[in-house]
């Protein structure tokens, strides 16, 4: 079982950056990939990042190349997203998801956090 608790949402300005956090509960952090993912409203889920079990392997949505930076801390069982240059449509609620097998698709992440929400002002 993994827990998982988003932090560092909030209001920033279009070219502003944000740092999102997820940490997680449980012995098996290290074992599971991680994936973020965000929801605007009146739009379906999407892919943003993910990572492999070791951080050695990371993957990204279109939208999120060159801009955001997925990685990981096993030890402190946090994942974290860094998010550069935002833009005013990367205004969404964020979630962070746990599975064995990661990757793009959200059915593949058996545990989910609450989501942070963050706006970008133009």
């Known amino acids: 079982q993994v827990q998982l608790v988003e932090s560092g949402g909030g209001l920033v300005q279009a070219g502003g950056s944000l740092r999102l956090s997820c940490a997680a509960s449980?012995?098996?952090?290290?074992?599971?990939?991680m994936g973020w993912f965000r929801q605007a409203p009146t739009k379906v889920r999407e892919f943003v990042a993910s990572?492999?079990?070791?951080?050695?392997?990371?993957n990204y949505a279109d939208s999120a190349k060159g801009r955001f930076t997925i990685s990981r801390d096993n030890a402190k069982k946090t994942v974290y997203l860094q998010m550069n240059s935002l833009k005013p449509e990367d205004t969404a609620i964020y979630y962070c998801?746990?599975?064995?097998?990661?990757?793009?698709?959200?059915?593949?992440?058996?545990?989910w956090g609450q989501g942070t929400q963050v706006t970008v002002s133009s």
């Open positions: 998801a746990a599975g064995k097998f990661g990757g793009a698709v959200s059915i593949s992440y058996d545990y």
């Open positions: 449980g012995r098996t952090f290290s074992t599971y990939a």
């Open positions: 990572i492999d079990w070791s951080g050695g392997f990371t």
